[in-house]
């Protein structure tokens, strides 16, 4: 694989302290092994690949799905659990001006029928995912960003003055805020495996430790290689995200970039700590930073606590980085700065150049889609691009916006595309200020 980051970034580094993993065993999905043959082969075991062998294998389809590495290991196992709108990081009138106001219209359907898919799945298949909170609350962190709410607040939500927020229970140094009321929060770890029972109830396929090393055109369609066999398939599904490779296919590179989150989970917190803070709300919340901080009271009082900004990957930056998070929980929530977090973890959100998802066709590869670029909010979109890619496989009309059916654009400096990211996020941290 030819990836942009060092090899810590894909190894077990970062990953280690992720609090999904305690809440619910990972499956035990056996190693691919010698020849196999199915109508169509799925590249990762996340949101997008699972919802595609999902929505495959309820058709009679035959599908496998190849997880590189233990099933939940990617960002679909270690997020923090916001299904809502979201997977552009473009503005509607942006959205408008570049593809056209209906465009933009079907764009802000989708996001919103991306998170009614997953409730019906939740649903339709009996997956209980620790859901709660009503919608989804964006809090200002400057007059500045309250004015800005306050003019783009949407007809269907609810505006929060600075005075509302302690009645609300999402007390804290805020200037008021925006809750959206689509949308709500899980645990993504039991949403995923969920779908993964699911598929396999239906006849899906699913390995793991099973890298796909190669994909290359064959009469029949496509030839996989893997370390302890090989696959052929009719059609290819790309669903790797932030965890893509450079040749897998070659079309990817440059085209996706991937970015670091860090989360942490606090132990739980008694009703004496929350009164103190004056935070009793479990709606799911995040503030108007371009470097945005994301949080939510869990079922069990846990707190989590995410944020964007780390921009290299190794032992010693990953130390760094979680340092920062438990930084500024402890400025955003000073009542609990004596708090310990008992877990802390890191992933990769995938970034396009267009800033808007993709679910599509790969060019000049018959038969062969990807989907990928959720920009953060992988839970919703990726469910819904996975379906997109399932459809597309059928031949059938998966009725894709426009703003997500464009191939995304390549990242100048080719495999060097990492330099944009430090002068961008100074860029933003001073729009932030």
């Given at each position: 694989?030819?990836?942009?980051?060092?090899?810590?970034?894909?190894?077990?580094?970062?990953?280690?302290?992720?609090?999904?993993?305690?809440?619910?065993?990972?499956?035990?999905?056996?190693?691919?092994?010698?020849?196999?043959?199915?109508?169509?082969?799925?590249?990762?075991?996340?949101?997008?690949?699972?919802?595609?062998?999902?929505?495959?294998?309820?058709?009679?389809?035959?599908?496998?799905?190849?997880?590189?590495?233990?099933?939940?290991?990617?960002?679909?196992?270690?997020?923090?659990?916001?299904?809502?709108?979201?997977?552009?990081?473009?503005?509607?009138?942006?959205?408008?001006?570049?593809?056209?106001?209906?465009?933009?219209?079907?764009?802000?359907?989708?996001?919103?029928?991306?998170?009614?898919?997953?409730?019906?799945?939740?649903?339709?298949?009996?997956?209980?995912?620790?859901?709660?909170?009503?919608?989804?609350?964006?809090?200002?962190?400057?007059?500045?960003?309250?004015?800005?709410?306050?003019?783009?607040?949407?007809?269907?939500?609810?505006?929060?003055?600075?005075?509302?927020?302690?009645?609300?229970?999402?007390?804290?140094?805020?200037?008021?805020?925006?809750?959206?009321?689509?949308?709500?929060?899980?645990?993504?770890?039991?949403?995923?495996?969920?779908?993964?029972?699911?598929?396999?109830?239906?006849?899906?396929?699913?390995?793991?430790?099973?890298?796909?090393?190669?994909?290359?055109?064959?009469?029949?369609?496509?030839?996989?290689?893997?370390?302890?066999?090989?696959?052929r398939s009719e059609t290819v599904l790309i669903c790797t995200n932030g965890y893509s490779s450079e040749d897998m296919p070659g079309w990817l590179s440059g085209r996706y970039m991937p970015a670091q989150s860090t989360v942490m989970v606090t132990r739980p917190l008694s009703e004496a700590e929350l009164q103190a803070q004056g935070w009793t709300s479990r709606q799911m919340v995040y503030d108007t930073r371009n470097l945005l901080h994301y949080?939510?009271?869990?079922?069990?009082?846990?707190?989590?606590?995410?944020?964007?900004?780390?921009?290299?990957?190794?032992?010693?930056?990953?130390?760094?980085?979680?340092?920062?998070?438990?930084?500024?929980?402890?400025?955003?929530?000073?009542?609990?700065?004596?708090?310990?977090?008992?877990?802390?973890?890191?992933?990769?959100?995938?970034?396009?150049?267009?800033?808007?998802?993709?679910?599509?066709?790969?060019?000049?590869?018959?038969?062969?889609?990807?989907?990928?670029?959720?920009?953060?909010?992988?839970?919703?979109?990726?469910?819904?691009?996975?379906?997109?890619?399932?459809?597309?496989?059928?031949?059938?009309?998966?009725?894709?916006?426009?703003?997500?059916?464009?191939?995304?654009?390549?990242?100048?400096?080719?495999?060097?595309?990492?330099?944009?990211?430090?002068?961008?996020?100074?860029?933003?941290?001073?729009?932030?200020?």
């Amino acid at each position: 694989m030819k990836r942009i980051f060092p090899a810590y970034t894909y190894g077990p580094g970062p990953r280690a302290g992720c609090w999904w993993d305690e809440t619910v065993p990972g499956p035990d999905w056996p190693v691919h092994e010698g020849d196999l043959s199915v109508d169509v082969a799925i590249i990762g075991g996340g949101f997008t690949g699972m919802s595609a062998a999902l929505h495959l294998a309820q058709q009679g389809v035959s599908v496998a799905v190849f997880e590189a590495e233990t099933p939940g290991w990617g960002a679909s196992g270690r997020n923090g659990g916001f299904c809502c709108k979201g997977g552009s990081k473009l503005g509607h009138a942006t959205l408008a001006r570049r593809y056209g106001p209906a465009a933009a219209e079907a764009y802000a359907q989708a996001e919103a029928d991306a998170v009614a898919l997953v409730a019906e799945l939740l649903a339709s298949h009996g997956i209980h995912a620790d859901v709660h909170s009503q919608g989804e609350t964006q809090l200002a962190h400057t007059p500045r960003a309250m004015e800005a709410l306050r003019r783009d607040a949407g007809p269907d939500g609810i505006l929060h003055e600075t005075h509302d927020l302690p009645g609300l229970g999402l007390c804290g140094r805020f200037f008021g805020g925006y809750t959206d009321p689509v949308g709500f929060a899980l645990n993504p770890r039991k949403y995923l495996f969920g779908l993964a029972k699911a598929a396999q109830a239906q006849g899906a396929r699913l390995f793991q430790r099973s890298p796909v090393q190669d994909v290359r055109r064959a009469g029949f369609g496509f030839a996989l290689a893997l370390p302890r066999g090989s696959v052929r398939s009719e059609t290819v599904l790309i669903c790797t995200n932030g965890y893509s490779s450079e040749d897998m296919p070659g079309w990817l590179s440059g085209r996706y970039m991937p970015a670091q989150s860090t989360v942490m989970v606090t132990r739980p917190l008694s009703e004496a700590e929350l009164q103190a803070q004056g935070w009793t709300s479990r709606q799911m919340v995040y503030d108007t930073r371009n470097l945005l901080h994301y949080f939510r009271l869990m079922p069990d009082n846990r707190f989590l606590f995410g944020m964007r900004g780390g921009l290299m990957s190794s032992p010693r930056a990953e130390r760094a980085i979680r340092r920062k998070v438990v930084r500024d929980f402890a400025s955003m929530f000073p009542a609990w700065a004596g708090v310990e977090a008992t877990h802390l973890w890191s992933g990769m959100v995938c970034l396009a150049r267009d800033l808007v998802p993709f679910a599509g066709p790969v060019a000049d590869q018959p038969g062969m889609f990807a989907g990928l670029a959720y920009h953060g909010n992988g839970v919703a979109m990726g469910t819904f691009c996975g379906r997109a890619l399932a459809q597309l496989a059928l031949g059938q009309d998966a009725n894709i916006p426009d703003p997500i059916a464009r191939a995304p654009g390549r990242f100048s400096l080719g495999r060097w595309r990492r330099l944009l990211m430090p002068p961008a996020y100074a860029a933003m941290a001073l729009a932030d200020l």
